[in-house]
């Protein structure tokens, strides 16, 4: 099966930007693959804040916003804040979903 | 309100079945395609199954197919997995997702396999 990836572990500064990434195996990753992203912070259940690359709900803060570049879908956080650390997991459809591994996120 | 609702975990022995079951609510179940994901502990998320919206449609993760068994009864707005051949490595927290504009997921339920 295809294997997606994501950047293990990043740091942003508090009120900084950073751009969390999610690459396919198969190639570049388009909105034929309903690209979504999930954070999940430790001990709770894992909640869903972009779908189909670009599509917010009402409960995701309006500094994330996804997209898709240069051939990944990209989940981009502009002004963290403390609550925002947390991993981050991008899922990627092919008729079966495959997740990435998960990126842990910092805010330092 | 959204409210997705997991039961039927529990401790099994490996070579067991187990079927899990989930209760969808606040929103129109019939319509959506519906996913099982796990987590096992201290790991990341693996997507297992999904379903379409009238039941006939379904995909399955390499490490489950042949084993597992995704299905629907729209008519009680409830979700099942029907896991058979369970291995140690199936140990998880399994939870019911709806996706798309929905985008909600329950807590889940845990299964563990071991003798």
């Known amino acids: 099966q295809a294997v997606v990836t994501q950047e293990p572990s990043l740091t942003v500064s508090p009120g900084g930007t950073v751009t969390l990434t999610c690459g396919s195996s198969t190639g570049a990753v388009t909105s034929g693959h309903y690209p979504y992203w999930f954070q999940q912070k430790p001990g709770q259940a894992p909640r869903t804040l972009i779908y189909e690359a670009s599509n917010k709900y009402s409960w995701t803060p309006a500094r994330f916003s996804g997209s898709l570049l240069g051939g990944k879908a990209a989940l981009t956080l502009s002004g963290a804040q403390p609550e925002d650390e947390a991993e981050y997991y991008c899922l990627v459809f092919y008729g079966f979903g495959v997740f990435g591994g998960g990126t842990k996120l910092t805010v330092l | 309100e959204v409210q997705v609702v997991e039961s039927g975990g529990g401790l099994v022995q490996p070579g067991g079945s187990l079927r899990l079951s989930c209760a969808a609510s606040?929103?129109?179940?019939?319509?959506?395609?519906m996913h099982w994901v796990r987590q096992a502990p201290g790991k990341g998320l693996v997507w297992v199954s999904s379903?379409?919206?009238?039941?006939?449609?379904?995909n399955y993760a390499d490490s489950v197919k042949g084993r597992f068994t995704i299905s629907r009864d729209n008519a009680k707005n409830t979700l099942y997995l029907q896991m058979n051949s369970l291995r140690a490595e199936d140990t998880a927290v399994y939870s019911c997702v709806a996706l798309k504009d929905v985008g909600y997921w329950g807590q889940g339920t845990l299964v563990t396999v071991s003798s």
């Open positions: 379903i379409n919206s009238d039941g006939r449609t379904t």
């Open positions: 606040g929103f129109t179940f019939s319509s959506r395609w």
